[in-house]
């Protein structure tokens, strides 16, 4: 485990930005001010304002997208540039504190795996986004046997070595927070959550809610089978299941007769059943640790 404290040469800070020229303008001189040893390498995504002239201004490494990939694919390209054991991912909108890093790190040197920055109550969000984060925390918590404050914060430092064995299984867009914190648990690592606030963005924010509602859905069917599929299949085969025997008592006392009906739901409750089975198999291939 190397040591945090002191010398930052030792730690990459990747910075997604997307039309973020404002906030880049008053977060980079912080960041530069309080880690100036570290890596500092901001990824535009394609930017159609001045976030790529704002960064030249400044002595990081800066990596443009041709066109924009998402957010996802910008954590992605900073962390292929990095060279630092300790990787800190920080959003570009203004909303994270640079003084918050400290906290993840200080977590990171007790031994955690992962650190990430939990939005407390105080922080600036929406009404449908506090609706949708906490639905995540509250079925990620229930997957994982242990409380999830958040699932989605943007602000979180790894260990670069562990973060790469995921690195494939990340999404383009906005949902890489969810995989990867999924991931970590999957594979057994330790995740440390702290406390911090996140102010109020300057500029229209890219998440769209009509647009994003089909992605929640999404999201909440990929938690589950990140982690444990079985667990989110097997209560939807009970259901069909339950269901199916019901309905079949129904029309036996009712009519004496087995129904088509009772017979379709007991089958799907058996397809379901497998399908969760067959999917748990290939997750743990999937999360298997090389070399071991």
């Not at 031994?111 to 929406?126: I, L």
């Not at 995989?179 to 702290?194: D, H, K, L, P």
């Not at 269901?243 to 004496?256: I, K």
């Not at 379709?264 to 290939?282: A, D, K, Y």
Request: aromatic share 12%; charged share 20%; proline share 4%.
């Amino acid at each position: 485990m190397p040591t945090l404290t002191g010398s930052h040469k030792n730690i990459s800070i990747v910075i997604p930005a997307k039309n973020e020229s404002q906030n880049l303008e008053r977060l980079l001189p912080r960041v530069m001010a309080q880690y100036a040893d570290a890596e500092i390498i901001v990824v535009d995504d394609a930017s159609t304002d001045e976030t790529a002239r704002i960064c030249e201004r400044f002595p990081a490494t800066l990596i443009r997208h041709p066109y924009s990939l998402g957010n996802g694919a910008a954590i992605k390209s900073g962390f292929r540039r990095a060279t630092g054991e300790i990787v800190v991912f920080i959003d570009g909108d203004g909303q994270h504190d640079p003084a918050d890093i400290e906290k993840l790190l200080a977590l990171l040197e007790q031994g955690f795996d992962m650190a990430v920055g939990a939005r407390t109550a105080d922080s600036h969000t929406s009404l449908w986004r506090r609706v949708a984060n906490a639905t995540y925390n509250r079925l990620a918590s229930w997957m994982v046997n242990r409380t999830i404050p958040d699932l989605t914060s943007g602000l979180r430092a790894a260990q670069a070595s562990k973060f790469r064995e995921f690195l494939h299984l990340l999404p383009n867009g906005f949902s890489y927070p969810t995989t990867i914190t999924m991931s970590f648990f999957r594979a057994g690592y330790t995740v440390g959550f702290v406390e911090i606030v996140a102010h109020k963005r300057v500029g229209k924010s890219h998440i769209n809610a009509l647009r994003d509602g089909v992605r929640f859905f999404l999201i909440i069917f990929k938690i589950g089978t990140l982690y444990s599929p079985l667990k989110l299949f097997l209560p939807f085969s009970l259901f069909f299941f339950l269901t199916g025997v019901g309905y079949y008592a129904y029309t036996f006392l009712m009519y004496d007769r087995f129904t088509n009906m009772s017979a379709l739901l007991l089958s799907v409750s058996i397809l379901i059943f497998l399908i969760g089975l067959v999917s748990e198999q290939i997750t743990m291939l999937l999360y298997s640790r090389r070399g071991e």
